[in-house]
């Protein structure tokens, strides 16, 4: 039960609720423990046990052997988590110590096929590992928009740029033709007005 622990209300990245099974009992190895009569709920990311008063999870990712037992006379069937070592770092829960490396989940009204058959699923997928993959992607994918943005933004501006400094060149080139225009029409009125001059004279 050492790997049990107190339930986190917030659900992981991409988790997804797969089985939810009533009527399911806790074993600590092959003892029978506090934790009778639950809802057990298989996600992609853990295992969830509830009463309505104390709600425990295990992440899938603690589990490397999955068996099952049927039932048999008095005995209910039952499910057999071997498990890997705690973490030195464990989240509190029910228990800090157990003496076994597996828990049996017991179906006192059946389902235990269908619990199964879920946790073999979801421990195949590996959503857990995903879901990381997935935010970590997502964030370098914002990452590298973000770059195209600023980049296309550069070239942008660049352009602009490059569009008035073509419109100030026109404009210079355009005065310059307007003041040879100018120069050429003060000269001809300045020889213009020589003539009139020299014609005045005459008389």
Same mark, same amino acid.
């Given at each position: 039960?050492?790997? *049990?622990?107190?339930?986190?209300?917030?659900?992981?990245?991409?988790?997804?609720?797969? $089985?939810?099974?009533?009527?399911?009992?806790?074993?600590?190895?092959?003892?029978?423990?506090?934790?009778?009569?639950?809802?057990?709920?298989? /996600?992609?990311?853990?295992?969830? *046990?509830?009463?309505?008063?104390? /709600?425990?999870?295990?992440?899938?990712?603690?589990?490397?052997? !999955?068996?099952?037992?049927?039932?048999?006379?008095? %005995?209910?069937?039952? !499910?057999?988590?071997?498990?890997?070592?705690?973490?030195? &770092?464990?989240?509190?829960?029910?228990?800090?110590?157990?003496?076994?490396?597996?828990? %049996?989940?017991?179906?006192?009204?059946?389902?235990? $096929?269908?619990?199964?058959?879920?946790?073999?699923?979801?421990?195949?997928?590996?959503? *857990?590992?995903?879901?990381?993959?997935?935010?970590?992607?997502? /964030?370098?994918?914002?990452?590298?928009?973000?770059? !195209?943005?600023?980049?296309? $933004?550069?070239?942008?501006?660049?352009?602009?740029?490059?569009?008035?400094?073509?419109?100030?060149?026109?404009?210079?080139?355009?005065?310059?033709?307007?003041?040879?225009?100018? !120069? &050429?029409?003060?000269?001809?009125?300045?020889?213009?007005?020589?003539?009139?001059?020299?014609?005045?004279?005459?008389?």
């Amino acid at each position: 039960m050492d790997r *049990w622990i107190w339930e986190n209300k917030e659900k992981r990245a991409a988790e997804e609720n797969r $089985q939810t099974i009533s009527n399911v009992r806790l074993y600590d190895g092959e003892d029978k423990t506090a934790y009778d009569q639950g809802a057990l709920t298989v /996600s992609t990311h853990r295992l969830l *046990w509830s009463d309505g008063n104390r /709600s425990i999870e295990m992440p899938l990712k603690c589990i490397t052997k !999955v068996e099952s037992h049927g039932a048999k006379f008095t %005995k209910s069937a039952k !499910v057999i988590l071997t498990l890997s070592k705690p973490p030195h &770092a464990q989240t509190p829960g029910p228990t800090s110590d157990s003496k076994y490396d597996y828990i %049996k989940l017991s179906f006192v009204k059946g389902g235990h $096929q269908d619990a199964e058959a879920s946790i073999r699923t979801c421990l195949n997928e590996k959503r *857990w590992e995903k879901g990381v993959i997935a935010v970590q992607n997502k /964030s370098s994918s914002l990452m590298g928009g973000g770059l !195209v943005r600023i980049e296309r $933004q550069i070239e942008s501006s660049r352009i602009n740029a490059d569009q008035s400094l073509n419109t100030a060149f026109k404009d210079i080139d355009n005065l310059m033709v307007k003041g040879k225009e100018m !120069v &050429a029409l003060a000269e001809a009125l300045l020889i213009n007005s020589l003539m009139l001059k020299l014609m005045v004279m005459r008389l």
